[in-house]
């Protein structure tokens, strides 16, 4: 190790040395400061990734209970193995440039939302933006914006259009008037426009979510079935199991 000293005559500095420690005392001092150092800024990488992940997960609005809905708490069964290694699938290839989602379908309590909350858990995880809720939820968040100088309902139309995943859960359980179907419409619209993922769990069929919302029905399921595949989810109720 060497260092160059100097030393200042006038206005003039003038070199003096060098001098040279290659002694095992200091090198292995000057070693151990490195990685302090290293291990300090690794330290606090993770402390910035983890306040990260955590504000992530406050905007996504999803459920504290929905919190322990991972992929390793999901009860695999023969009925369910399809559902849950296609949406594992989504969430290990997730492109959030592809516009691709998936739709879950069926009876309640088959485990539709859990898989649902298990992909948002895995991609919040990686720090991408996600957004959950119902209908109801989401488009109470707009409703909250009347009359706020904080926030437009603008802006929270462009928080539903612009993150990584939007999730809605159970669609078709909402009260639907004018402006809610246009709402919907409007925030499934500019995601598949933008190319923008999108996933979907509902008790309905499609015939029936169309039949539901009487004026832009047709529209949305269009918009879904192009960008969603769909997954069929079987099997009795988790919850009526629990009661047996």
């Known amino acids: 190790m060497r260092h160059i000293t100097t ?10 040395g060098p001098l040279v420690c290659d002694c095992p005392e200091f090198v292995r001092k000057r070693e151990e400061e490195r990685r302090q150092r290293e291990e300090q800024e690794r330290l ?11 504000a992530l997960f406050r905007r996504s609005a999803l459920p504290e209970r929905w919190r322990t809905r ?28 592809a516009g691709k989602g998936l739709l879950l379908t069926g009876t309640v309590g088959t ?6 909350a298990a992909i ?18 989401l488009l109470a968040q707009v409703r909250s914006a ?27 359980k909402e009260r639907v008037s004018d402006w809610v179907e246009q709402t919907v419409y409007e925030i499934i619209n500019t995601r598949y426009e933008r190319n923008r993922s ?35 989810m079987v099997g009795d109720s988790w919850r009526h199991k629990a009661l047996l």
């Open 111 to 116: 485990g539709k939302t859990h898989l649902a």
């Open 70 to 97: 991972t992929f390793e708490r999901f009860e695999v069964t023969p009925a369910n193995t399809g559902a849950f290694a296609t949406a594992k699938a989504y969430a290990e290839g997730f492109d959030p440039e």
């Open 146 to 172: 009347y009359g706020d100088d904080r926030v437009s309902e603008m802006d929270m139309m462009r928080r539903f259009t612009r993150c990584n995943l939007l999730i809605i859960d159970d669609l078709g």
């Open 44 to 54: 606090e990488q993770d402390r910035q990734r983890e306040a990260h992940i955590e």
């Open 198 to 232: 999108l996933i979907i769990t509902t008790n309905m069929s499609l015939a029936e979510i169309r039949a539901k919302y009487v004026n832009v029905g047709n529209a949305i399921v269009d918009r879904i079935l192009e960008m969603c595949q769909g997954i069929r």
């Open 7 to 16: 030393v200042k005559l006038g206005d003039t500095e003038y070199p003096f």
């Open 120 to 137: 948002a858990m895995e991609l919040i995880g990686r720090e991408h933006t996600v957004v959950f809720g119902t209908v109801t939820s």
